[in-house]
């Protein structure tokens, strides 16, 4: 007989090894000595008594008196191990009966703590141009309606890649019948270089553009649901451009009535002439 094999087997169905070897060789036999079984199974005297008492317990093996002597005999493999089977049953039945009641106690618990709303999940504070560009595109690839924007720098789109990126993500909310507002300050279409080709290029496509003197804040709302805001730091650091993101309703509302407050004082880049700055400089403007 293969007893490796068989080993395996007993062992799958929920006995230990050891329990499995004593239990083998209890059916090899009539009845053993606890020092017969040691030493046919070869496990120390200190764990031979742990094994049996566990399979006696568990009605795999019977144990008897003789005089002074403890005799042990194999339970019929079939009854022994059914026995295992509904111990297993009986343990899982219980563990479920556990859940049950658990469950019933800690789930209100679990759904009231969800109802906590926590800042930092509608929150993200970004330092680094890369992270920035990408959260800008990612809102602009969700934006159904309308997106906002006051727009200064510094930019995050410092590559010639994001910059294409970037337009080509407003081309395609303009595409699928979103709208673009943007609000230029006069003195970064005369001194960043490829600003102004881009807000011309951005107005062929279908972005509509103003003019004001100054803005108060580097700004973008999203369908008045998202709002991206530069923050000024109050020391010079290396990061140039640290920017917020906030997903909360009432605050892009708000920040929408900011918008087309400056929105109503600026002047309309097509109407001042958008290839001419000088054009555009002598319209003209409101202070902010």
Same mark, same amino acid.
């Given at each position: 007989?293969?007893?490796?094999?068989?080993?395996?087997?007993?062992?799958?169905?929920?006995?230990?090894?050891?329990?499995?070897?004593?239990? *083998?060789?209890?059916?090899?036999? %009539? *009845?053993?000595? /606890?020092?017969?079984?040691?030493?046919?199974?070869?496990?120390?005297?200190?764990?031979?008594?742990?094994?049996? !008492?566990?399979?006696?317990?568990?009605?795999?093996?019977?144990?008897?008196?003789?005089?002074?002597?403890?005799?042990?005999?194999?339970?019929?493999?079939?009854?022994?191990?059914?026995?295992?089977?509904?111990?297993?049953?009986?343990?899982?039945?219980?563990?479920?009966? $556990?859940? !049950?009641?658990?469950?019933?106690?800690?789930?209100?618990?679990?759904?009231?703590?969800?109802?906590?709303? !926590?800042?930092?999940?509608?929150?993200?504070?970004?330092?680094?141009?890369?992270?920035?560009?990408?959260?800008?595109?990612?809102?602009?690839?969700?934006?159904?309606?309308?997106?906002?924007?006051? %727009?200064?720098?510094?930019?995050?789109?410092?590559?010639?890649?994001?910059?294409?990126?970037?337009?080509?993500?407003?081309?395609?909310? $303009?595409?699928?019948?979103?709208?673009?507002?943007?609000?230029?300050?006069?003195?970064?279409?005369?001194?960043?270089?490829?600003?102004?080709?881009?807000?011309?290029?951005? $107005?062929?496509?279908?972005?509509?553009?103003?003019?004001?003197?100054?803005?108060?804040?580097?700004?973008?709302?999203?369908?008045?649901?998202?709002?991206?805001?530069?923050?000024?730091?109050? /020391?010079?650091?290396?990061?140039? $451009?640290?920017?917020?993101?906030?997903?909360?309703?009432?605050?892009?509302?708000?920040?929408?009535?900011?918008?087309?407050?400056?929105?109503?004082?600026?002047?309309?880049? !097509?109407?001042?002439?958008?290839?001419?700055?000088?054009?555009?400089?002598?319209?003209?403007?409101?202070?902010?």
């Amino acid at each position: 007989m293969d007893t490796s094999k068989y080993l395996r087997s007993f062992i799958e169905i929920g006995l230990t090894e050891r329990e499995a070897k004593v239990y *083998m060789t209890l059916l090899s036999g %009539n *009845m053993f000595t /606890v020092l017969e079984l040691q030493e046919a199974v070869n496990i120390p005297r200190t764990k031979i008594y742990e094994v049996l !008492n566990k399979l006696v317990s568990r009605n795999i093996c019977i144990e008897k008196k003789l005089g002074r002597n403890k005799l042990y005999e194999a339970v019929e493999p079939k009854i022994a191990l059914e026995r295992v089977v509904e111990s297993y049953k009986k343990d899982l039945q219980r563990k479920e009966d $556990l859940i !049950n009641q658990v469950s019933e106690i800690f789930t209100p618990i679990f759904q009231s703590s969800k109802s906590i709303v !926590n800042p930092l999940e509608f929150i993200d504070v970004m330092n680094e141009k890369g992270q920035i560009h990408k959260r800008y595109t990612a809102c602009v690839k969700s934006t159904k309606r309308e997106m906002l924007t006051l %727009n200064k720098g510094p930019y995050a789109c410092d590559t010639s890649d994001r910059l294409e990126e970037q337009e080509d993500e407003e081309f395609k909310l $303009l595409k699928r019948g979103g709208s673009c507002k943007d609000i230029y300050e006069l003195k970064e279409l005369k001194e960043v270089d490829w600003l102004l080709n881009s807000v011309k290029k951005s $107005l062929m496509l279908g972005q509509q553009a103003r003019v004001v003197k100054k803005l108060p804040i580097k700004m973008l709302v999203f369908d008045q649901e998202k709002v991206m805001f530069a923050l000024e730091q109050p /020391v010079p650091t290396a990061n140039e $451009l640290t920017m917020i993101y906030i997903e909360h309703k009432q605050l892009a509302e708000a920040c929408s009535i900011l918008f087309y407050h400056l929105w109503d004082q600026g002047a309309d880049v !097509n109407e001042v002439g958008k290839d001419s700055v000088d054009k555009i400089e002598s319209f003209s403007f409101v202070s902010n």
